[in-house]
């Protein structure tokens, strides 16, 4: 379990990371969502013990990643937004440096290589020159060499940037098949419906400040709160308009290519007793649909677009 | 890791990085061998023929050190910087210890791997006993491991490999050129030798060695050609002279200060603290 407790990092008068707390469970695929400058990296390096808080700490299964980084950093693959490979040397010589330097016996180097390239799917280009390979390979590379030891833990700064469409798509199917291996994943990003794919938490960080996290669903459903209902009504919408601006639940109205877009305040009990009323006054409704939040609107509602 | 060769780092220094690169480009890699190889053998038949004297031998032993050592050491941190390798370094259960060794170990076998190829034109010039073999060795080895543990340090301070190059490269024409010339346009207009002559008992070269560290003349002392040029005057004397009373006075001061050995330690010296620097620095910085 990864336990993040009141971790802050300050440059001077600048605090870049402010006092964050979250917790993670093997399994969780953790959405690191916020805009550039928001901290994301500054957080994901004193996670992996590369940079040291100002004050806080976190534990992975209980071991204090400030106190004894070296005992935590087995326990983690990291993979950083801009990453370096050693070069003139093949893929299993690349992935053999970092097997002997996370000190893994050399008799079961082969099988372990063989298994986290089938994994990346990097098996065709083992013998290939690492400078060679694409750049969405050298970043499957870069995830292969950071799971070559097994860790618990896995910190993906950005790891989908600068890929092509297929390369994308790989790369998520590759963290989703990570969650599902019981480990904890923890990506940083700026797509949003690409992470919406394959997290099951997510985390909203801005000027430093981690202004929610928790379930996807859990934080779309706080954030319904005020939904917006689309009714589309048959004949002129104006008696409509007038019907809805006599509810206490309605707050708004907009109208958009035929349909009412309405601003409700109620729970589904209350959308359920709207429309009834609506069809009992004789208005004949041809489509009635709350429009659900995705992870823009949810970043959207909450950022203010700022950077600490 | 049980040995220094387990050492991945040192491995890949050494064989990972490099034997590819016969495969790759075989053309270009066989003709600069073919090259070098010749010019090498030209250089030791020229030795051999001409058997020149211990000055000119060292003297062109650490020319070759001088242009080669930084080049054995000057990006084995930067690169890890530049390429953005470090953090991923860091992160294996590699020690700062294993760290330190695969780099510095890396920069120490090279330029032994160049002190070897270089004791040809040593043992061929008219070189006379074991006192000034071991001493030019020392010299020379000493000159080569100070720029490569400083070229490490360097590497891992400056964290760029142009620049560390350019301090090594340029270090070494102050060092060598700028500072003696300084010391002959504003203090003595000739070597310093009446120093030495002086000399004659160990203590008068303790205090001799201590002095000159205030006066400049230690600049022209340590340096390693200077030191090439003194040792010219072992040369008419045999093994006894180390243990008999012979020789002039000049040629006994610098039997008492232990001409030679007394520099090559200070290069050792130098280069074990350098190499202390960056075990430290690895150490700190890098939370190891």
């Known amino acids: 379990m990864l336990d993040v407790q009141g ?20 399994g969780d695929v953790f959405g690191f969502i916020g805009p550039n400058g928001a901290g994301k990296t500054t957080t994901i390096k004193m996670l992996a013990t590369l940079l040291e808080p100002t004050a806080g700490t976190a534990t992975l299964n ?12 087995p326990l983690l693959g990291y993979m950083p937004d801009f990453f370096g490979l050693y070069e003139g040397i093949t893929v299993t010589e690349y992935l053999e440096f970092f097997a002997a330097a996370y000190r893994i016996p050399k008799a079961q180097r082969a099988a372990i290589i063989e298994n986290v390239l089938e994994l990346t799917d990097l098996t065709v280009k083992k013998d290939a020159y690492v400078e060679t390979l694409s750049r969405g390979m050298q970043q499957r590379l870069c995830l292969a060499k ?41 990506v940083s990003s700026h797509i949003l419906p690409e992470l919406a794919d394959f997290c099951n938490k997510i985390g909203i960080i801005e000027k430093g400040e981690l202004l929610v996290w928790g379930a996807v669903d859990e934080i779309i459903e706080q954030l319904q709160a005020n939904r917006v209902l689309e009714i589309r009504p048959l004949g002129e919408p104006e008696p409509l308009i007038q019907r809805l601006e006599q509810e206490a639940h309605v707050h708004g109205i907009e109208t958009r290519n035929g349909s009412l877009y309405v601003h409700f305040a109620g729970g589904l009990e209350e959308q359920a007793d709207l429309l ?9 409704i041809a489509a009635f649909r709350e429009e659900s939040l995705d992870l823009e609107d949810v970043f959207m509602q909450i950022t203010k677009g700022e950077v600490s | 890791m049980k040995t220094l060769w387990e050492n991945p780092l040192l491995q890949y220094h050494l064989l990972g990085a490099t034997r590819h690169r016969w495969k790759r480009q075989p053309w270009l890699y066989w003709a600069a061998t073919l090259g070098t190889g010749l010019a090498y053998l030209l250089a030791l038949q020229t030795a051999v023929n001409y058997r020149p004297g211990i000055d000119i031998a060292l003297w062109f032993s650490l020319f070759i050190m001088c ?28 020690t700062a210890r294993e760290i330190f060794w695969g780099k510095w170990g890396v920069a120490l076998t090279r330029v032994a791997v160049l002190t070897l190829l ?6 061929f010039s008219d070189i006379r006993g074991w006192y000034t073999t ?10 080569g ?3 490569a543990s400083l070229g490490v340090w360097l590497s891992f301070k400056l964290k760029r490999t142009l620049t560390t190059a350019s301090v090594l490269y340029a270090g070494q024409v102050f060092v060598l050129l700028l500072f003696p010339m300084l010391y002959f346009i504003l203090g003595e207009r000739s070597l310093p030798r009446e120093l030495i002559s002086a000399v004659q008992s160990y203590g008068d070269a303790y205090y001799t060695w201590i002095i000159c560290l205030f006066n400049g003349a230690f600049i022209i002392y340590i340096n390693p050609f200077y030191v090439a040029l003194e040792m010219e005057h072992f040369r008419w004397l045999s093994d006894w002279w180390w243990t008999e009373h012979n020789g002039n006075a000049y040629q006994q001061g610098l039997r008492y200060m232990l001409w030679g050995f007394t520099q090559g330690g200070i290069y050792l010296g130098l280069a074990l603290l350098f190499a202390g620097f960056t075990y430290r620095g690895i150490k700190i910085s890098w939370r190891k």
Do not use: C
């Open chain 2, 145 to 147: 491991a100070l720029l």
């Open chain 1, 276 to 284: 009834t009323a609506l069809i009992r006054d004789g208005f004949r």
């Open chain 1, 146 to 186: 950071s799971l070559v030891h097994d860790p618990i833990l896995l910190l993906l700064d950005e790891p989908a940037s600068g890929l092509d469409p297929r390369a994308r798509i790989e790369i998520k199917e590759l963290i989703r098949e990570l969650g599902a291996m019981g480990k904890i994943v923890l």
């Open chain 1, 7 to 26: 971790l802050r990092k300050e440059y001077g008068e600048l605090v870049a990371v402010r006092d964050i707390h979250f917790q993670l469970h093997p």
């Open chain 2, 134 to 143: 071991t001493a030019a060795f020392i010299v020379l080895f000493g000159w």
């Open chain 2, 118 to 123: 270089l004791a040809p034109f040593l043992l």
């Open chain 2, 67 to 94: 242009l080669a050592a930084p080049l054995m050491a000057y990006n084995l941190l930067s690169s890890e910087y530049e390429k953005q390798t470090w953090e991923s370094l860091v992160l294996t259960r590699l």
């Open chain 1, 62 to 73: 209980g071991i204090d990643i400030v106190r004894y980084p070296e005992e935590v950093r």
